[in-house]
């Protein structure tokens, strides 16, 4: 190019598309759009995933390079013709298979949720076609086309987030259904997005951290859960979530090898831990994870059975995970095994099976005789 028409930079405006600003990386400029208005960004650890795909260290991904289709690319634009088309896999792709799930497990409620709130709140609406996209993702063996689809995907969860957070300030009879399915979707949106980033397994132990971030989601799922069983509004949901707890507690056969598995740990945790605090909330969160594996036993490969425990144990159990406690995370490779019976659903995927992994690799030998079990099932 010739030097003779020097060029003067000028500052484009950010279009505030988070969480990549297609204007301000278009003009290669450094955005400085605080998300929500706030330092908190929930798709820090995304963009992380999103920048590792793009280095020489990612996984290989099977199939060919191309680049994205015409229909592929227009679903980035945010109109209307593009949402609406999103909108429809969902329905003719997603819904089938959360309707097609066992009833007694009620994913069909769900998607009645979906079907009945969605175009009247738009947080629900917005969630719905972040998952339809990571569907979409997760289901291509293109790297490029995956990367679209989960740039759409992150766009349109931030759309969702945005609007949701002042809902949580005033749940009401009105919106309180369409909240608690927002909340499982954004739950399920998190299971996905490492998962549509690569169609391999990966090593990377950061995303262990993401399972537990999963994991303290719940914590504001059962939250909702809990306004929805005062309040009962006008849905299936909170009535169906209702009965599967009290039903929790009765509908369940023994699981002879989960439950000596973790017996073991509990003897250990009764006998050494001298912190009496402690030691009964690790107690109290091993017999919920017990239940669990003995509901499980009930009916086999309920995924709403398996995304209960989180929201049964105590809250300083998350703590304690997040510190990376070693029995903290044997009872989380126990419940690694649940997700792993519940492969099926796209949005879990492999998850049980790398989780179990992951935390054998993590702890040192002394505690590899309580994940003996959990490694077993897994293999």
């Known amino acids: 190019m010739s030097g003779s028409f020097p060029i003067r930079a000028r500052m484009i405006n950010c279009d505030e598309g988070q969480p990549r600003c297609s204007r301000c990386v278009s003009k290669n400029q450094d955005c400085n759009y605080a998300h929500l208005g706030s330092a908190y960004n929930p798709f820090q650890y995304q ?16 199939g060919s390079e191309q680049s994205p289709p015409k229909e592929v690319l227009a679903a980035v634009d945010k109109t209307p013709q593009a949402n609406k088309q999103l909108y429809e896999h969902y329905i003719t792709a997603v819904s089938p298979i959360l309707t097609g799930a066992s009833k007694e497990d009620g994913l069909h409620h769900w998607d009645s949720a979906i079907r009945k709130f969605s175009h009247s709140h738009d947080y629900l609406y917005f969630i719905v076609l972040a998952f339809a996209a990571l569907h979409s993702a997760i289901g291509s063996d293109h790297a490029s086309i995956r990367q679209t689809y989960l740039d759409v995907a992150l766009n349109h969860q931030n759309s969702a987030l945005e609007r949701f957070r002042p809902i949580l300030s005033d749940i009401n009879t009105d919106n309180c259904e369409p909240a608690l399915t927002c909340a499982g979707l954004i739950v399920a949106c998190s299971f996905a997005v490492p998962l549509a980033t690569s169609k391999t397994d990966s090593n990377d132990r950061s995303q262990l951290q993401q399972l537990k971030r999963v994991v303290s989601l719940f914590d504001g799922v059962v939250k909702l859960y809990r306004m929805g069983w005062k309040t009962s509004p006008d849905s299936n949901i909170s009535p169906f979530i209702r009965a599967r707890v009290v039903a929790l507690w009765s509908e369940e056969q023994p699981a002879p090898e989960a439950e000596a598995s973790l017996g073991y ?35 086999p490969n309920a995924v709403t059975v398996v995304l209960f425990w989180p929201g049964m144990v105590p809250t300083r159990y998350f703590t304690a995970l997040e510190a990376q406690e070693p029995i903290a995370m ?6 690694a095994v649940c997700l792993h019976h519940c492969s099926q659903f796209f949005w879990i995927g492999g998850w049980g099976k790398w989780t179990v992994t992951t935390v054998a690799e993590t702890l040192d030998e002394q505690w590899q005789r309580f994940l003996e079990w959990p490694k077993s099932q897994v293999a």
């Open 47 to 62: 963009l992380a995933i999103v920048a590792g795909s793009s280095s020489g260290s990612s996984p290989t991904i099977a």
């Open 265 to 299: 740990l509990a003897q250990h945790v009764a006998q050494l831990l001298e912190d009496v605090s402690k030691r009964d909330m690790y107690i109290l969160t091993i017999e919920k994870m017990k239940r669990t594996h003995r509901r499980l036993m009930w009916t």
């Open 330 to 335: 044997i009872i989380l490779a126990h419940w």
